[in-house]
């Protein structure tokens, strides 16, 4: 298995452009989340879907979509740049229990994001 | 979810044993407590939780009080490539999707 795969690992944006980050996962996990982690902070939720289908916001969803038309691939989509999205986020899957995440969420390795 | 409280940092040679504390003192009584790793520019890694008993697996030991209001997570022989940040987290489980809450955790140096 590969686990989670994120792409690309870095990206470089001008403000106000649109790019999307994919995020693949090859366990069939139902449970799919998207974080962001900005120096000296922990990681903030972002948006998270509990199957394919459903989506729902975390702590910060503001500026950023997301779909999950597979159980496979969750993107994340940022609809117009700005320089306080500049961040490393990382995407996490797991199984889950009752439509709710279980205790292990396997982590892909991150994008690296700046916003200029 | 209740609020963790952890040291920003901690030093351990290695080979010696790393016990990094955790305070939880408004945790429920359906609350776990899990603790999660970064290594350096990698995602978090899950370590091992807990409700109210001991446990242990091949990566760490979770001690966590009678009263449940603190936690130590123990690493018995640490190495060099145990250097990271360590999050103690307190949710429910299963938890509600969106509460796998990371604070800013321990940063755990291990030295020759």
């Known amino acids: 298995n590969a686990g989670v795969t994120q792409t690309p690992k870095f990206q470089v944006l001008k403000t106000g452009q649109s790019m999307t980050l994919q995020c693949a996962q090859d366990?069939?996990?139902?449970?799919m989340s998207w974080y962001r982690q900005d120096p000296g902070m922990g990681l903030r939720l972002i948006h998270y879907?509990?199957?394919?289908?459903?989506?729902d916001q975390g702590e910060v969803p503001n500026g950023y979509n997301v779909s999950r038309s597979t159980t496979e691939d969750f993107p994340l989509r940022l609809l117009s740049a700005a320089p306080s999205q500049t961040s490393v986020y990382f995407c996490?899957?797991?199984?889950?229990?009752?439509?709710?995440?279980?205790?292990?969420?396997?982590f892909g390795p991150g994008t690296r994001l700046t916003v200029l | 979810d209740a609020k963790t409280t952890q040291p920003p940092s901690m030093d351990c040679a290695e080979g010696r044993a790393a016990n990094l504390p955790c305070n939880h003192s408004?945790?429920?009584?359906?609350?776990?407590v899990y603790w999660y790793r970064q290594i350096h520019s990698q995602g978090p890694q899950y370590i091992i939780h807990?409700?109210?008993n001991n446990e242990t697996n091949e990566m760490a030991s979770l001690i966590i009080t009678e009263d449940r209001k603190s936690s130590t997570l123990i690493l018995p022989h640490a190495t060099l490539r145990d250097t990271a940040v360590y999050y103690c987290?307190?949710?429910?489980?299963?938890?509600?999707?969106?509460?796998?809450?990371f604070g800013t955790g321990t940063r755990l140096q291990v030295t020759l």
């Open positions: 408004t945790i429920s009584g359906n609350e776990y």
């Open positions: 987290i307190v949710r429910v489980r299963p938890g509600t999707a969106s509460k796998l809450t």
């Open positions: 807990g409700l109210k």
């Open positions: 996490a899957s797991s199984y889950t229990i009752a439509g709710a995440s279980t205790d292990t969420q396997y």
């Open positions: 366990m069939n996990h139902e449970y």
């Open positions: 879907s509990v199957g394919a289908g459903i989506t």
